[in-house]
C-alpha cells in the first residue's frame, strides 16, 4: 500500500458516513419543514389521536397566557363512529381553546363561546343543537370535521396513527 492510501481511503468513509447522517435527518424532517409550522408561525395547532386522551397544542407566543401547558388531558378519548366519523367531547374545547361551554337543558342545545384573541379578532359564539352531537357515557361528542368547518380549522388525518390536526392560520394582530 502507498504511502496516504490508507488516509484516503479513511476520509472517503468518514465522508460518506457525513451524508449518510445528513440524508436521514432530511427524511426525518422533512416533514416539519413541509408543513411550515415553525415556532414563530402565528398558527394555532391542535393534534388528537384517536382512543388517546391527551391532546398536542402549538402555539403562537401571544397565546401562551392562556396555557399552562402544552399537552391538555382530555376528559374522554376521541373516537370514530363505525361510519369512520371521528368525534370528541364538547367539553374539551374548554381546555383546547380556552372556550366556555354552556348546556340548555330546556332544548338540550350547548353554546360554545370562544373569546377574542383565540382564534379570530373577535369572540366566536355557536349553538350546537341535539341532531348535531351524540352522547356516549353522559357527555356530548361532536363530530371533529363539523367543529373543524365551524371554527374555521383546517383539518388534516393522518390515516396510519389516527391521528388529527386542527389548524388555524390566525391572520390577524393579537
Given at each position: 500500500m502507498k504511502e496516504g492510501e490508507g488516509s484516503k481511503k479513511w476520509l472517503a468513509i468518514t465522508?460518506?458516513?457525513i451524508i449518510i447522517i445528513l440524508l436521514i435527518l432530511f427524511v426525518i424532517?422533512?416533514?416539519?419543514?413541509?408543513?411550515?409550522?415553525?415556532a414563530d408561525d402565528n398558527s394555532?395547532?391542535?393534534d388528537l389521536q384517536i382512543a388517546h386522551s391527551q391532546a398536542y397544542l402549538t402555539l403562537p407566543h401571544d397565546l401562551a397566557k392562556f396555557y399552562s401547558q402544552a399537552k391538555i388531558d382530555l376528559s374522554a378519548p376521541p373516537y370514530l363512529t363505525r361510519d369512520g366519523?371521528?368525534?370528541m367531547a364538547v367539553r374539551?374545547?374548554?381546555?383546547?381553546?380556552?372556550?366556555?361551554?354552556n348546556w340548555w337543558p330546556r332544548?338540550?342545545?350547548i353554546q360554545i363561546i370562544i373569546p377574542p384573541g383565540i382564534i379570530q379578532n373577535n369572540q366566536l359564539s355557536l349553538i350546537l343543537t341535539p341532531d348535531t352531537y351524540t352522547l356516549k357515557d353522559d357527555k356530548a361528542f361532536v363530530s371533529i370535521r363539523l367543529l373543524s368547518k365551524l371554527l374555521g380549522a383546517k383539518l388534516a388525518w393522518y390515516d396510519k396513527t389516527?391521528?388529527?390536526?386542527l389548524t388555524w392560520s390566525r391572520n390577524f394582530a393579537p
Open positions: 465522508i460518506l458516513i424532517f422533512l416533514p416539519l419543514l413541509i408543513s411550515g409550522v415553525r394555532l395547532i391542535i366519523f371521528s368525534l374539551d374545547l374548554e381546555k383546547l381553546l380556552n372556550a366556555q361551554v332544548n338540550r342545545n389516527k391521528g388529527i390536526r
